[in-house]
Structure formats: structure tokens, C-alpha cells
């Protein structure tokens, strides 16, 4: 048992340390936890190479470098015809390879603990990542002495976090951290709306549904962006529990599954009612994660401090050559605005955001021929991508180059049902 728990730990630190790099006071800055991960992949991919003698690489994976190469040139024209050298995203496809690098390593890890790895034990460290790093944040804004302990290996640029009051994890903050719980909740959604593992175990479904909770409260504190994922991933999990079989009948499972969501629901929210309550710092986390709708029930205006900054950072091009190709401009500094379609278009013209946007749109639907029932969790993370790029220029490729890494489960031989056939 404790030799299970140690795996374990050990495990859910380098799925973190991938999913939420950090640096390291005693490194280099630029030598963070992600490109290490990335530099063990390198070296477990060779050696898998050299064990099986050839080299072997998913469609997908090659159709996908393919896009983030054409996207990458067009991006390296747009800043030379410009004349103005940002490289910003010219380099897209060295991101590229690093996010595949460092998944590959991550898989490498979890494969010398599991003899195969699916997207079901993905999705459970993940889970324990997203509650970890959620944890570590209220230990860090509440106890000095463990904030100290992460100082100590941690390297935070200014102390930008403290100087500005922000909750933080361990290399979980302000948006990167929000769109990283988004994709987690997304998952969880998925893993208990589609996942007949899942569905088939009472206390399985309980414990992925509070754990879904908690990263929502305490994700949206951290980063309202939050919001986004566990928006749609109540939203799916709803679907799920509502979905009429084939004929109009009402399964028991329906039934069942619709008891475990209220009753995990009525229980969080009164918990989170009596903290409201009796709390200063927990009724100052819930105002902060949700501005919005305090804000719509105290003055009738669902908005934020940060919403009312975005409305004025619409910046569009202003000729039509830079509609097109751009002009090699990127980010708050250079073209006042922090919104993703903004610095896009500006930085490579609409020809550079649309194949942008190709590419991802290819790499997340290309997830439903390896996942079954994957077509809603699919099309999620394409609306989470277009969303997010509403308030910041991020992408979600980390939560895709683990999806590639992973086991697909289209050659299982028991097939994913939605429902069972019985009805109430």
C-alpha cells in the first residue's frame, strides 16, 4: 500500500510538473520543469525506437506537425515582409514539439507504472493534479510557512502573485492555470458522462464529481477562466443525466445518476453557504471567483473588473494588408489588447489565424477516431479554443499532445453504451 501511495505522489508531481511548469530558483530560468520532461521524452521515445527497430508515429501526430509547420511560415513571412521581427508564434512549431516531447514523457512515466495507459488513469491524475494544485493554493494563501517552503524551490518572477494579491498553486496561476482546470473539468465531464467504469460505480461517480466541484470553486479564484470549462462541463454532464433512450424510457441508471449529481450538488452548496457565512476568507475567494454573479445579484449587471478591461481592448486592423498577412505586432505592449483574435490578426492577418485555427480544429477532432464517445468532449475543447481567445492568445495543445500519447480504446472489444437497456 505505501508502495502504491509513493508511485502514486510521485506520478501526480510530474503530470503536474508538465501540466503546470515551473522553474526552479536553483536553474536557469528558461530550464523549466516542462522542457525537462520534454528532454526525458526525447530520450524515452529514441530508446522505444531503438527496442522496437523502427520508428513509429500516428497519422495524426504527422498531419497535425504538418499544420503547426505551414502555420509557423506563414507566421516567419508575416513578421519579414514587415519587416518586424517578433517571433512570437514563427517558432509555433518549436512549441509544438516541446508540448509533444514533454507528453511523450509524461506517458513514458506512467507506462513504467501501468502495463497500459488509457484516457481513464490520464483523467484520474489529472483530477488529482487539478485538487493538488488547488490545495497547495489555499495552503500558500493561508500558511506562511508552507508559502516559504515553496519559495525555497519555486521561482517566481517579482513576486507578482504577493505584490498584486492573486491566489496561486505551484506553477498554477492567473489565465494558463484557468484554461489548464478548464480541460480538466471538460475530461471529468467526459469521464463520468461517457465512461461506463465510471457510471457503473457509485462512489467512483461521487468522488469524480466533488473533486469536479472543488476545482471549480477554488480554480475560479485562482482564475475566473475557470468559469469556461466548468460551465461546459456541467452543461455536458447535464446532457448526460436528461438524455432520453431510443423509444422516450427513463433508465434506472438516469435515475440513479441524476440522485448521485443532486445529492453531491445540495451538499457543496450548503457547505459553501455555511463557509460564505462564517469565513472572511472564504466569502473573499467566492467574490473574487465570482464577481459576476455576485455582482448580478447585488446591482443586476452580470460583468467584471477584468470583462469591463477587455471591452476596451477591441483593436483590428486599420488597411487591408494587415487584414491579411498582419503586421508582425504581438501582445499588450505593441498592440494594446490582450485579446486573442485581436493579437492574431494583427501579428499574421486573418490567412495566419485561420490556419491556426485548421490546426487545432484538426488535432481535437481527430480525438473522436481514438476515443469512443468522444464526439461532445471533441467539439468542447474546439469551443473552449475559440472561447478563450476572447480574453487571452492561448492554446490547448498540452491536454492534446497527452490525448495523442495516450492508448486509444477503439480496440477494446466491449463497446461504450451510453445507457442500459433496462427502464424504470
Request: charged share 15%.
Amino acid at each position: 500500500m505505501l508502495r502504491k501511495l509513493l508511485i502514486g505522489s510521485i506520478l501526480t508531481i510530474v503530470v503536474s510538473f508538465y501540466f503546470f511548469p515551473i522553474s526552479f530558483v536553483f536553474l536557469p530560468v528558461g530550464l523549466n520543469s516542462k522542457i525537462m520532461l520534454a528532454a526525458l521524452g526525447i530520450a524515452a521515445f529514441i530508446y522505444n525506437c531503438m527496442r522496437k527497430g523502427s520508428v513509429e508515429l500516428s497519422h495524426y501526430t504527422i498531419a497535425s506537425a504538418i499544420l503547426a509547420v505551414l502555420f509557423s511560415v506563414w507566421c516567419f513571412f508575416s513578421i519579414t515582409v514587415n519587416d518586424y521581427y517578433n517571433d512570437t508564434y514563427a517558432t509555433y512549431i518549436v512549441s509544438y514539439l516541446t508540448w509533444m516531447a514533454g507528453a511523450y514523457g509524461v506517458y513514458f512515466c506512467l507506462t513504467l507504472a501501468y502495463e497500459r495507459v488509457d484516457l481513464d488513469i490520464l483523467t484520474r491524475y489529472l483530477a488529482i493534479v487539478g485538487v493538488f494544485q488547488c490545495v497547495s493554493a489555499i495552503l500558500i494563501d493561508n500558511v506562511p510557512a508552507f508559502s516559504d517552503f515553496v519559495d525555497t524551490f519555486m521561482y517566481q518572477a517579482d513576486n507578482y502573485y504577493k505584490v498584486n494579491h492573486r491566489m496561486y498553486g505551484i506553477g498554477a496561476a492567473l489565465d494558463p492555470a484557468g484554461v489548464r482546470f478548464s480541460t480538466i473539468l471538460i475530461l471529468l465531464a467526459h469521464q463520468f458522462s461517457a465512461n461506463p467504469k465510471v457510471r457503473g460505480r457509485d462512489l467512483f461517480q461521487a468522488t469524480l464529481l466533488i473533486a469536479f466541484a472543488f476545482i471549480t470553486v477554488i480554480g475560479c479564484v485562482i482564475s475566473r477562466t475557470t468559469m469556461i470549462g466548468s460551465g461546459m462541463g456541467i452543461a455536458y454532464i447535464l446532457i448526460s443525466i436528461i438524455r432520453l433512450r431510443r423509444g422516450g424510457f427513463v433508465t434506472t441508471k438516469m435515475v440513479r445518476n441524476f440522485f448521485i449529481f443532486a445529492l453531491v450538488l445540495t451538499g457543496l452548496i450548503a457547505a459553501g453557504i455555511y463557509l460564505f457565512r462564517t469565513s472572511k476568507p472564504f466569502e473573499g475567494y467566492l467574490r473574487f471567483g465570482f464577481e459576476a454573479f455576485f455582482n448580478w445579484a447585488e446591482t443586476g449587471e452580470f460583468h467584471t473588473g477584468s470583462t469591463d478591461t477587455l471591452n476596451e481592448m477591441w483593436v483590428w486592423p486599420e488597411d487591408m494588408r494587415t487584414w491579411f498577412i498582419g503586421r508582425g505586432t504581438f501582445g499588450v505592449f505593441e498592440n494594446d489588447s490582450d485579446i486573442g483574435y485581436c493579437n492574431f490578426i494583427l501579428y499574421s492577418g486573418l490567412i495566419g489565424m485561420t490556419l491556426f485555427s485548421i490546426f487545432f480544429i484538426y488535432c481535437h477532432l481527430v480525438l473522436n477516431t481514438k476515443f469512443r464517445n468522444f464526439a461532445i468532449t471533441s467539439l468542447l475543447f474546439i469551443a473552449l479554443t475559440f472561447i478563450i481567445w476572447l480574453k487571452v492568445t492561448t492554446d490547448i495543445f498540452f491536454i492534446t499532445a497527452l490525448l495523442f500519447c495516450i492508448e486509444g480504446d477503439l480496440n477494446e472489444e466491449e463497446p461504450y453504451e451510453l445507457e442500459e437497456t433496462e427502464a424504470a
